[in-house]
């Protein structure tokens, strides 16, 4: 496929990768921008709470990942409340302008699961105040359906919990979500590994958002090199349209005219 041939478009911006990544975890600056590099993705995500992006006195995720490069997602990753997650990203919008943003609302520490409740408050509280909002939701069509309603721009519901690993838990309810809702849907949270990048894409997905999986891995740059190609790959497969399962031996080769 011709690269741009099969965008990615959100709030009226189109992307020729699918891959999402995030500026976490990683042992330092210059090996985030040469996974980030490495993965080929466009859009990278920041956690305003954690990352530097306006203290010039100390290092800066700006002057390793070019903000006119690529394209800067703001997020309230670490925010437990709505009135948290609005009043960090008014902050983020005041330091770089950003508009289009990320937002997510935890419900506790220990499984960081999307607090539905306080994130729809805080959604109808951006949308407002004209953010275009890419929203963390938990697996539910309903929910995703009601956050676009209020004007989100992309649903990004959890495949498993943040950092698990544990890959796309529930494929039947991302898969419903993708048809309950028109705008893109991508699948944040929880992918491991090459493969399960693939299979979020095969479900017809719009794209995948991945941090850990690349930042943890034992290899970063190659392990990012791998997710592209497993999105690349994953969306190629959809778009061909798999083979229908069968309960029985279909042969390759036709049995009739045998000699």
Do not use: H
Not at 27 to 34: G, R, S
Request: hydrophobic fraction near 45%; charge should be negative.
């Amino acid at each position: 496929m011709v690269a741009g041939e099969d965008g990615f478009t959100v709030a009226d911006r189109t992307f020729t990768s699918r891959l999402l990544v995030g500026t976490g975890k990683y042992k330092d600056f210059e090996e985030t921008a040469l996974a980030i590099e490495a993965s080929g993705a466009e859009i990278v995500t920041v956690a305003v709470r954690r990352v530097n992006v306006s203290d010039p006195s100390q290092p800066m995720l700006v002057d390793y990942v070019d903000p006119k490069k690529y394209t800067y997602l703001p997020n309230t990753a670490g925010c437990f409340t709505a009135d948290d997650a609005v009043r960090t990203l008014r902050l983020a919008r005041e330091a770089g302008g950003w508009d289009l943003v990320k937002l997510e609302v935890l419900g506790d520490q220990k499984t960081l699961y999307p607090n539905m409740a306080e994130t729809l408050i805080a959604a109808e509280a951006l949308v407002k105040d004209g953010f275009k909002v890419m929203v963390y939701c938990a697996d539910d069509p309903i929910a995703a359906k009601r956050l676009e309603d209020m004007g989100c721009v992309a649903i990004m519901p959890l495949g498993s919990l943040i950092g698990s690993g544990l890959g796309i838990i529930n494929p039947y309810t991302i898969r419903l979500i993708k048809e309950a809702v028109s705008v893109p849907v991508l699948v944040d949270a929880g992918v491991g590994a090459p493969s399960e990048a693939a299979a979020a894409m095969e479900l017809g997905c719009d794209g995948v958002l991945m941090n850990s999986a690349i930042a943890q891995a034992k290899d970063p740059i190659r392990m990012a090199r791998a997710m592209k190609r497993a999105v690349e790959a994953g969306r190629e497969g959809y778009l061909a349209g798999r083979m229908p399962r069968k309960l029985y031996a279909d042969p390759s080769s036709p049995l009739g005219g045998l000699i």
